[in-house]
């Protein structure tokens, strides 16, 4: 008997699939280039999570009092008007997840193939793609469960790493988890915040829940614990990484490298180290693309069933999969690995989908004043201040890149304007 819904786990597991992709794997090399002390580059990782927190009760609450799949998409045209709703989902659709799950696609398939270098990373991440949607496109029950079963593995090859680091790190390099002098300087000083914008990026996902809101067990109940839980499961597994990273190698091998996953392994495991990374990294990618694959279609499918010219992406299977929202994003994201056009795209994926974190938080100011009355099963907790931080989090965030990277912001900008433009043209034809 098919399974109607997902349960908490397969959820919660959606969740920390999405979060933890190849940033954590990828940020301390850069990091030590301006930090070289080990309390602060462990804070960025901590202060990083906190954020996230802080984001995940607030979409908790819009999450419960509007249990609808779409996340962005549904919030956002509930809370503002239509035209935002349909802008926002343009974006998740292409920059939200095509792009994002194309490159951790082919990343999946370039890991593997530096094991196995006469395989394609190419056609390694096109299949695993196809393969992931014809996973999600069977039951509730076999795609929930095959989504909490390799986030599980992804979780214990995680801390068996942060075990291997602990035990078998001969000579260990020493780890400050209490602050050295002049380590105050280095926490408010630029770097620190440069860092954190990375970090940040690290830690996109942790909303991922809300986009099939609609077929989650008692969401209105189950919501805040699968956000919130996921989201502090993911900051302990990030300290514990960069930990890990730097008491197995020296900050000297680890600064600027972007592979500092091989080098921590190749001194815990010798030259082995590089192959087994390798390996584990296409391992733990498997679970991020299928999250990704799970999630994403989901807004296609809510779109669909708000406008008429995409209602065919909203069907669904006689179990409730909508199977066509599921083979069409799919298509869009082998369109991008086909092509590798999404690179450009993800330049300026950072700003796009952090206007759209920033208005939604917003959004909860502006539902409990315009809504009063509104059910809420749960409430932010901390609030006003949890959406005050993240907010302030990422409108620093947001400004330092318009300041810094005004070609993106632009492009970015640029593609809002093109998506509300689409929205007045359907709106006008009197299909929206």
């Not at 969740?15 to 280039?33: D, K, R």
């Not at 614990?225 to 990273?245: P, S």
């Not at 509104?374 to 201040?385: I, N």
């Not at 433009?421 to 299909?431: D, F, I, T």
């Amino acid at each position: 008997m098919h399974r109607s819904r997902y349960g908490p786990y397969a959820a919660t597991s959606v969740v920390v699939a999405n979060m933890i992709g190849t940033g954590v794997f990828t940020s301390l090399g850069f990091q030590l280039l301006d930090i070289q002390s080990t309390f602060p580059l462990l804070l960025l990782w901590v202060v990083g999570g906190a954020g996230a927190f802080c984001g995940a009760v607030c979409y908790a609450e819009l999450g419960a009092a509007i249990p609808r799949s779409g996340g962005e998409y549904t919030f956002l045209g509930r809370i503002y008007h239509p035209a935002a709703g349909f802008v926002s989902g343009c974006v998740s659709a292409t920059v939200g997840f095509s792009a994002p799950t194309a490159l951790a696609a082919i990343t999946f398939g370039t890991y593997l193939a530096s094991v196995f270098p006469e395989l394609s990373p190419t056609w390694l991440g096109a299949g695993l793609v196809a393969v992931m949607a014809g996973v999600h496109i069977t039951s509730h029950r076999s795609s929930g469960l095959f989504q909490s079963g390799f986030t599980t593995l992804k979780v214990v090859l995680i801390v068996a790493f942060c075990l291997a680091a602990a035990l078998l790190a001969d000579p260990a390099e020493p780890v400050a988890l209490l602050p050295a002098p002049g380590d105050g300087r280095l926490v408010f000083g630029g770097a620190f915040a440069v860092s954190l914008i990375y970090v940040s990026y690290a830690y996109t996902g942790w909303n991922a829940a809300t986009y099939l809101t609609g077929e989650v067990d008692d969401p209105q109940r189950t919501l805040p614990r699968i956000l919130a839980g996921g989201t502090l499961l993911v900051t302990v597994l990030y300290v514990a990484l960069n930990h890990a990273f730097l008491r197995a190698a020296p900050m000297a091998e680890l600064e600027g490298r972007i592979e500092v996953g091989y080098v921590a392994a190749t001194h815990l495991f010798g030259p082995a180290g590089a192959a087994i990374m390798g390996v584990t990294l296409a391992v733990l990618l498997v679970s991020t693309v299928s999250a990704m694959v799970l999630a994403g279609p989901r807004v296609l499918q809510v779109m669909g069933e708000d406008h008429p010219p995409l209602r065919r992406l909203a069907r669904t299977k006689a179990n409730g999969i909508p199977a066509a929202a599921v083979l069409t994003q799919a298509a869009l994201t082998l369109g991008f690995i086909v092509t590798a056009s999404f690179e450009t795209i993800l330049v300026f994926a950072g700003f796009i989908l952090g206007l759209n974190s920033l208005f939604t938080v917003a959004g909860v100011f502006v539902l409990r004043i315009r809504e009063p009355a509104l059910e809420r099963p749960f409430r932010a907790w901390g609030f006003p201040v949890t959406p005050l931080i993240y907010l302030g989090l990422t409108s620093w965030t947001l400004v330092y890149i318009a300041l810094d990277r005004p070609a993106e912001a632009l492009a970015a900008l640029a593609m809002i304007v093109a998506g509300l433009a689409l929205y007045g043209l359907a709106k006008r034809s009197g299909q929206a």
